[in-house]
């Protein structure tokens, strides 16, 4: 048995083009999803110690010469 098919050129580029817009959108889903989850995870995880200020209100990570200019 022999079986012919035909697609029309405007059905075949439909189809082409929801093949990708359906693979760019898993894509930037999946991205955001990623970001979503891994946002609510360092939310969770992020952890501040006592010593992350330095007397005078001024953070831990600051250098000397930002600290002079912002207390002259």
Same mark, same amino acid.
């Not at 012919?4 to 405007?10: K, M």
């Not at 083009?17 to 995880?45: C, D, E, M, N, P």
């Not at 831990?60 to 200019?69: C, L, R, T, V």
């Given at each position: 048995?022999?079986?012919?098919?035909? /697609?029309?050129?405007?059905?075949?580029?439909?189809? =082409?083009? +929801?093949? #990708?817009?359906?693979?760019?959108?898993? /894509?930037?889903?999946?991205?955001?999803?990623?970001? =979503?989850? +891994?946002? #609510?995870?360092?939310?969770?995880?992020?952890?501040?110690?006592?010593?992350?200020?330095?007397?005078?209100?001024?953070?831990?990570?600051?250098?000397?010469?930002?600290?002079?200019?912002?207390?002259?």
């Amino acid at each position: 048995m022999r079986i012919l098919a035909y /697609i029309d050129p405007g059905a075949g580029a439909l189809i =082409w083009q +929801s093949i #990708i817009g359906i693979f760019v959108g898993v /894509i930037f889903y999946l991205r955001r999803t990623r970001k =979503w989850v +891994s946002g #609510i995870f360092a939310r969770f995880l992020r952890t501040e110690t006592k010593d992350a200020h330095v007397p005078g209100g001024l953070p831990a990570h600051k250098s000397k010469a930002e600290a002079n200019h912002i207390n002259a």
